[in-house]
């Protein structure tokens, strides 16, 4: 099936398509644009190309004034605001891209079928009704394996509510990314709710991953939960959900220097370093990790001079982690 020639038609299709990609074959159905486009016809409005840059370029402008007073705004306002945005993002037709319908088309290879999607493309079924909406119709599946064993689920589901499952998991995982953002702010005694505002309400977040349900957002959710368990100490549990989110996509390849154990890091000084270096740096480590009893008591009894209180545990990991590595 020839794909549309680039030119003045395509042109003119792509400044009435509101919010879906129009380079398809033929015009996608209702039921591919959701409850919002629904709506949106019914007032009679229709958003070109131009009309949706210039919505992104003024929510760019919001998201620098939210940026400016995150620290004024209270922690409920934005939370609900962020439900709010990502609730309707994902009842919106897939915006701008069409990666999605790849998503669909690459599970219904296998499932429906018989075909691997790492040997075959999209168009080795040129009957299959996704067809005409895959941008990439020639290529194998570029996604890690996990995620396309996902797709597989979502294939007996059929064109309509795979698409829109689809754009509820991806959703999901977007919301799951933020909560863990604010879990690993808080641990690493920084601010969570400007850093929150930072990710949630970046319109590129918004519009082009969670409108477009691109499978990079269960990638991050996944790395972000590997993360969060990082920063609780369990840096085994933490680097295996690191290689989760490389099987569910292979740039998640690039968090994987950052989850060595600061074990393994002083271990590896040791043979650029002196010995008594290495040997220091391990000791201060385990000192600080691991007390011995009654030194706690020794530091905080009244009357020590310069004396404080401990420091929260995750707070005081993290501390004694950064003096071995450094």
């Known amino acids: ?13 792509r400044r009435n398509a509101p919010l879906l990609p129009a380079d398809f074959e033929r015009p996608p159905p209702r039921s591919f644009r959701g409850p919002l486009a629904g709506a949106a016809d019914e007032l009679g409005l229709a958003l070109s ?3 949706v840059a210039v919505l992104v370029l003024a929510a760019s402008g919001c998201y620098l004034l939210a940026l400016w007073g995150a620290r004024e705004f209270r922690v409920l ?20 891209s069409a990666d999605v319908f790849g998503y669909l088309a690459y599970g219904r290879l296998e499932v ?16 299959d009704p996704l067809l005409a909406y895959v941008g990439l119709q020639g290529h194998p599946s570029p996604y ?11 294939a007996p589901l059929g064109s309509v509510a795979g698409l829109w499952t689809m754009k509820a998991v991806h959703a999901a995982s977007a919301l799951a990314c933020l909560a863990f953002v604010w ?15 930072f990710v949630g309400l970046n319109p590129l977040w918004l519009v082009w991953a969670v409108g477009g349900a691109h499978n990079d957002l269960l990638m ?5 939960g590997a993360a969060a368990l990082l920063t609780r100490g369990r840096s085994t549990s933490g680097a295996a959900l690191g290689a989760v989110a490389v099987g569910v996509k292979p740039t998640a390849a690039l968090f994987l220097p950052f989850m060595v154990r600061p074990e393994g890091v002083v271990l590896a000084l040791d043979h650029q370093v002196p010995a008594e270096h290495g040997q220091l740096a391990r000791g201060r480590y385990d000192r600080d990790l691991h007390p011995a009893p009654g030194a706690r008591a020794r530091r905080t009894r009244a009357g020590d001079p310069g004396s404080s209180p401990p420091p929260t545990p995750p707070r005081r990991a993290c501390r004694a982690r950064a003096r071995a590595c450094w």
Not at 80 to 95: E, M, Q, R, T
Not at 114 to 122: D, R, V
Not at 220 to 224: F, H, L, N, R, S
């Open 1 to 13: 099936m020839p794909l549309p020639s680039a030119g003045p038609s395509l042109w003119a299709r």
């Open 49 to 51: 190309l131009e009309a």
């Open 77 to 96: 306002v934005v939370i609900a605001a962020l439900i709010a945005l990502h609730v309707g993002f994902a009842l919106c037709p897939p915006v701008i």
């Open 112 to 127: 429906l079928h018989g075909l691997s999607p790492y040997t075959h493309a999209p168009a080795a079924v040129p009957g």
């Open 144 to 154: 890690g394996p996990l995620f396309t064993l996902g797709s597989y689920a979502a």
């Open 183 to 197: 879990v690993c702010a808080r641990r690493l005694g920084r601010e969570p709710l400007p850093v929150l505002v």
């Open 220 to 224: 991050m959710a996944v790395a972000m």
